[in-house]
């Protein structure tokens, strides 16, 4: 009998001790010692904070211009497609209804990478004219130790520094196409906007103004992926006369309308218009 409550005893013993250096080790990992990361890389970021970095890095680059300096940035993350990151950012920024205002920057930044891949900055830059000049006509360069062999050596003319052409964002947006839609599947008064860059390349989260006397509406590309990266789309109220325009620039188009349709019974109704914007 003395026997079976050792032995209880000692079960109880263990457990006890168990569930106590379990609770001390939790102590002292949490609260007393808790693990402290430092010079951590932003790879390691939750998502929701790696969400940030890509903000503050696209607000830099909207600032500055400096493409280069984001993508290697950008490269710290360690996305498997940087582009489509700030992409889906910027569009689930628009679904939420952009409460901090990065949409458009995180878009123009995902614009730029597409159009200039290599990371060259966006501002202006001064090189010399030998690195992007031919040589004059006759002249001959000297090298900087000649051979011994070289008797009198040849020097060139030293030429004036001049500017270098760099790529830009992207020009200002042009419109290619419009056309009046009588379609009796679409809604009536639907007006649909596509944005192509240079390339014909859906541009997402472009930002377009419609207004109209006495109102404004801001809508962006890229809110109804299944329909396309570039497509936007507004429901025009009848009567009224609109006009559009990029907000990045470009051309304004006016005179909007609903067009006056009629089905093959006779009824009439308003129909929609298709607009086309790209840049040059």
Known sequence: MSTERVSNRGSWYLLTGTLIGLALGLLVAWI?????????????LRPDFKDQYRSMIASAFLATGELGRAQSRLSLLDDADPVQALTLQSQSALS??????????L???ADALKLSPTGVSILPTSTPASATQPLLSGAT????????????PVSSPTPRPTRTPTPTVGA????????????????EGLLQ???????????PGAEIILAWQG?????????????????????????????IQLASGGQLVSNLSAPSCR???????????RLLFQQP
Do not use: W
Not at 177 to 184: G, L, P, R, W
């Open 215 to 243: 109102g404004e509406e801001h809508f962006f590309t890229g809110l109804k992926p299944e329909l396309g990266d570039g497509y936007a789309d507004f429901t025009m109220t009848p009567d009224t006369v609109y006009t």
């Open 263 to 273: 089905t093959s019974a006779g009824d009439n109704y308003h129909g929609g218009v």
């Open 96 to 105: 939420a209804g952009d409460p901090d205002g990065s949409a458009y920057a």
């Open 172 to 187: 200002a947006y042009i419109l290619i196409k419009q056309e009046d839609s009588c379609e009796t599947n679409l809604p």
């Open 107 to 109: 878009a123009r930044l």
């Open 193 to 203: 906007v596509e944005v192509q860059d240079a390339a014909g390349r859906p541009v």
């Open 32 to 44: 007393l010692f808790p693990v402290e990361y430092v010079d951590t890389s932003p790879a390691s």
């Open 141 to 152: 360069v000297t090298p900087a130790h000649p051979p011994a062999s070289m008797i009198t």
